[in-house]
């Protein structure tokens, strides 16, 4: 029993994160919202080897664990990543691993495959338009020949009409929504900063507004949401990445502390930035709407609680205070 | 990251479990530890603990613990909270005063005073608060004025927690008359039959009277019962109150085992309000993050870090999450939740009044929110 993150671990966020904080600033949010979808932004997330990372080595991936894959979907959602790539790499892979596709393995490792995702659960897909190929219940599918766009609150999302699929995939979807968790704590970090920052600037009645009691309780509020968010996202990568029986719940676990989280940080900040936080004018909103799309994306509130509720509620699931690494519930 | 116990932790687990089983049954619903019967009730259990060794489990050997690492603390108190064994009437000498003792005691002050705690045998309260200082505690004003080799000791304390049955106390005492706020206090330990040391018991919201004022009039205490050097004392305070909100005296499975008796609770409910249902899923969620974090806290220290300001987010996520974990559970409870008499019924309405206490004692969740805002996310002071 060891919950830490390993020093490899570590270095990793750190390299992910020097990159990103270079390579995908907030200029560019805004450059991307005048001008479209810049191509060269993959290009360096696959040079820096990123679409590799949770592909087998033996298709000439890093062979990394969902427990990495968290880490790069947090800090791609701090720097508010488009999610060609956290589709790809940190859904699609892991998903055509555990069923053997080497071929196409082998093409994500190298950034030359992008996958976008199909599932009932969305009324949309994303990224179709850059997709080589469509992940579904049933394996890859080429992209279909029309595509109908549809228009997301969040500028920087590229959505469009979904495709019909009759089959729910529960790994697909617990890949993706575990993801989503990662990308929404990612999100709330950067919220957090983006406000506390203001915080320490804007001046009203002589001093800076975070010197206020109010303003101080309000976001010291969502650093406890979000320091105990975290370890249910870890943990649920953990135990998907193990098989546990119990791995559903507990990214279901994940996905609605995370949503947790990534709202209390949108709307404190909103509210500490005042009228400010209001306009087009602050980055705020791109997290924001961010986390707008990913709160209802991959199973909504109500899916998740329902599934945990069957769990807890419902019996499904040991709820003892010596059960919260029980190991036995693993599959055969 | 590592999720899976060694066989050796799970031998470990095992064993608490056989111990537990066998000796729980004949401590279970013991009176109040609040009241007089229910507190000598409750030393005795700490007795039963010292006889197995099970009383300080995170201690060193050499002081009446067993030297155990965290996470095989934290199993120790999943299976103590799972079997329901009694409150910690020793819980100030474990947590805090005995932590305090091996980081800042003397080797004669170790030897003097950690043994007859592991023993259960000397019960420990604290003298923080006074009427003027409360969550500002520098204000303290209780004054311990040098006279050769003693203290004598003048002043009040106010709501100390078991002061009314225990035996010692320690505290914050300002020993140079001179100084300010943090500045020219000492940490100081005397007993609480000593002559001019009177103790007035407080009634509390439940009725009873655990609590007290201490009243000190030239009460003389020899200078060997200071802790750490002269003026040295609100250092030490604030590391014991680090120890108070961080890591030990909260163990989850205390909230784990609140969570689960309310889905208990819950599906007994013939009718439960849709809204409940949210609610008592989103405690075991609330004690499950608690959990997970401090297996991750745990293991960060194992790994030789430390734990800082974090303490007081812990703080607050702990006790807002037991005063609403006992609210739902009086909701379930509708009309039956006012009668006294029924252990089951009785243990809900007395855990949410002591619940009411949790967001404010061991520094208010204002002051916590304050110290996460500063110390966590540097907001200017």
Redesign the interface.
Known sequence: ??????DA?QALRESVRTYLDDAHPAALLRRLDRDGPDPSIWYGLAKMGLPAALVPERAGGLGLTL?EGVLIAIELGRANVGSALVDTALVAAPWLARHGDIGALADIAAGTRRIALAHPINPWIADLDQADAVLTDSGLMPPPAERVRLQSIDPLRELFAPLAIAQANDLLLNLAALMAAAQMLGAAERM?AIA?DY??IRKQFG??I??F?A???M???V??RL??????V??AA??LQHEYKQAPAHVS?AK??ATDAAMLAAETAIQVHGAMGYTYEVDLHYWMKRTWALAGAWGDASFH?HR??QA??G?LMP????A??L?EDKHA | MDLQYTPEQTAFRAEVRAWMADHVPSFRNLPSLESRAGYDAHVAWERELAAGNWGMVTWPEKYGGRDLDLIRWLIFEEEYYRADAPARANQNGIFLLGPTIMEYGTDEQKQRFLPPMARGEIVWCQGWSEPDAGSDMAAIRSRAIRDGDHYVISGQKTWSSRAAYADWCFGLFRTDPASQRHKGLSFILLPLDAPGVTVRPIRQLHGDTGFAEIFFDEARVPIENRIAAEGEGWNVAMATAGFERGLMLRSPARFQRTAQRLVELFRAHPNPAPGLRETVTKSWMDAEAYALNTYMVASTIEAGGRIGAEASMNKIFWSELDRSMHRAALSLLGAAAELRGDPATTAWLDGYIFSLAGPIYAGSNEIQRNIVAERVLGLPR
Do not use: C
Not at chain 1, 1 to 6: A, G, N, V
Not at chain 1, 319 to 322: C, F, L, M, N, Q
């Open positions: 029993m060891d919950f830490r993150l390993t671990q427990a957090l506390t915080a320490k001093q800076p975070g010197a009691q303003i101080k309780h976001l010291a509020n650093a406890v320091e105990f968010a975290r370890p249910v870890w943990r953990y135990a676990h609605l502390a609680q945990l509720d807890i509620v019996g709820v003892s205070p010596a919260t690494f190991s």
